[in-house]
Nanobody
Framework: QIQLVESGGGLVQPGGSLRLSCAAS????????MAWYRQAPGKQRELVASITSGGSANYATTIEGRSTISRGNAKNTVYLQMNSLKPEDTAVYFCNAVRVTTSPEGRREYDYWGQGTQVTVSS
């Protein structure tokens, strides 16, 4: 069973920076997509950024230009460097990973989630 473990959350002042890390264990395969989602109180979970195994990245417009997602040298690790943080960035941040398999029976996606790490932006 694949497990995702996040770290790096915490309390930061507006304008500050944080680097979130996520490491996956329990698989010998390279995960096809790794991503960060966030969920603020009373709101739906939303995609923050994603990156494929080939390094292609996508960002939500709310954080584009302020954050960078990257995959580590260790297989199946992903980082989110967040800069110029705002109070509205406060949320629980979840690591997500997707593994895609293809077979004669078709294409399947397997979705995995971490437990989440709290990010609070406040003075």
């Amino acid at each position: 069973q694949i497990q995702l473990v996040e770290s790096g959350g915490g309390l930061v002042q507006p304008g500050g920076s944080l680097r979130l890390s996520c490491a996956a264990s329990g698989t010998i395969f390279t995960l096809d997509v790794m991503a960060w989602y966030r969920q603020a109180p009373g709101k739906q979970r939303e995609l923050v950024a994603s990156i494929t195994s080939g390094g292609s990245a996508n960002y939500a417009t709310t954080i584009e230009g302020r954050s960078t997602i990257s995959r580590g040298n260790a297989k199946n690790t992903v980082y989110l460097q967040m800069n110029s943080l705002k109070p509205e960035d406060t949320a629980v941040y979840f690591c997500n990973a997707v593994r895609v398999t293809t077979s004669p029976e078709g294409r399947r996606e397997y979705d995995y989630w971490g437990q989440g790490t709290q990010v609070t932006v406040s003075s």
